[in-house]
């Protein structure tokens, strides 16, 4: 297969293939596979280290809405601000770790543990997986996602595995504009195949697995996540933070090197909220 992303190589091949799983075999998968995932869990990359959170699995949710899993993760962090991006950042992580591992993952907005949580901080969300009983991977053709132009300004490749991200109710609630990278619009076909990179953003970074990049884009991104309307936001407050996490989580996977902090000179957005900027 060979993906087309414009401007570069693509440094994490499982962003353009990816997809929400919602139909599990039910069996309970080997221990070792487990010993595999609790490996990745105590080696995620958070975006704010000062931040605590706990990467529970438990095998029984409630609120999971027709989800059936034989396991789930658990998420829970203590309460900061930029704990839910810092939960989107590590969460996504563990969706692209599934999705390169042969298993089937779903973020589960709703969902609680039915036992109580095993950690003693706040829970903020859950996960299904397990194996897949529907396809694992897509063709880029049927993404359904909004245009670059549509949550984006500016031209930096690593917008496009952005514009890919997941978020809840796939509404896309965010916004970025690159300051100055490289020209998307350059065009470029990289060989997905060719690197085999499935690994973490830790071995991105590392730049072993990153062996073929030509180019990524290097420049600032600024990142904003729409203004929600306070009715809709009772319910759904946490998930604009989590989703931004998860669109920061991608750049960072087909990052080089990866910083996120605030920009005094970022532009401000009418109808979003400035929520950090890549690159600073
Ligand atoms: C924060 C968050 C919460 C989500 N909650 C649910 C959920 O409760 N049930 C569900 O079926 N999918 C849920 N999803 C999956 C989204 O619907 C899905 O990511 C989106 O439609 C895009 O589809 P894709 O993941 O296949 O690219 C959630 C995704 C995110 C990021």
Redesign the pocket.
Known sequence: MRVSVAGGKVMNETIYKR??I?KYDQAKLDEGVLAKVREKIADLTPLYPEIRYYIDIVNKAKGS?G?SAPHYLVFCSEEKDGALENIGFVGQQMDLFFSASGLGS??????KPEDRDASALPHV?CMAFGAPAEPLHRELAE?KRKTLAEMSEGSDPRLEAARLA?????GQNWFFVAESGTDSTAGGTADSTASGTTGSIADSHAGGAAGDIDVSGSGKIHCYRKTINPVVGLVMSK?PC??MG?ALCHIAEESESFEFGKDAGAPERKGYVYAGTVGV
Not at 166 to 170: E, G, L, T
């Open positions: 997809k929400s919602r809405f989800v779903c973020w589960l907005g709703m969902a969300i993404f997941p978020s809840a109710r796939n998930f989590i989703d998860i």
